[in-house]
């Protein structure tokens, strides 16, 4: 799904496309979410992780709770992943009229990582309380799990 042609996808040692992306973009601000015909855009948050073997890996998540434990969890996989990072992102999907199908595009945020701050495990414990083993996603709860 590579778009070579794209400035921005080699702005930036994490940029670039990926199966699930033909673009990964850093960006100084982003989209409010939106969902048109053809346009859809969702805020949420974004893990990106990377290992000997592993060139970089985007996941994208509509709460950062699962975002963080993912990226904590992976990071735990010692001799796979060596460095991860957790930002707000956007995930994009526009029908591309040129190109006759949707473009993918992971939009993100150019700032800190929210990962392994102070009150990380609070997040967690919010995690842990938003599994249910009927659903398959995250139950924002009883406690605030939020969402930009
Ligand atoms: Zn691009």
């Known amino acids: 799904m590579s778009v070579p042609t794209c400035p921005e996808c080699s702005g930036w040692a994490y940029s670039g496309s990926q199966e699930n992306y033909d673009h990964i973009h850093e960006v100084k601000t982003l989209s409010p979410a939106k969902r048109t015909d053809g346009?859809?855009?969702r805020r949420g948050y974004a893990v990106g992780m990377s290992?000997?073997?592993i060139d970089q890996l985007w996941v994208f998540f509509d709460y950062i709770e699962p975002a963080l434990v993912f990226?904590?969890?992976g990071r735990m996989s010692i001799a796979e992943i060596s460095g991860y990072g957790v930002y707000e992102a956007a995930q994009e999907l526009r029908f591309d009229r040129r190109l006759r199908r949707d473009v993918h595009?992971?939009?993100v945020l150019d700032?800190?990582?929210l990962d392994r701050h102070t009150d990380e495990a609070v997040a967690f414990t919010r995690w842990v309380a938003g599994c249910d083993p009927k659903h398959s996603h995250f139950q924002p709860g009883h406690q605030g799990g939020h969402r930009s």
């Open 71 to 73: 990226g904590r969890a």
């Open 39 to 41: 346009h859809i855009v």
């Open 111 to 113: 700032g800190d990582s």
């Open 105 to 107: 595009t992971l939009h």
């Open 51 to 53: 290992g000997p073997a």
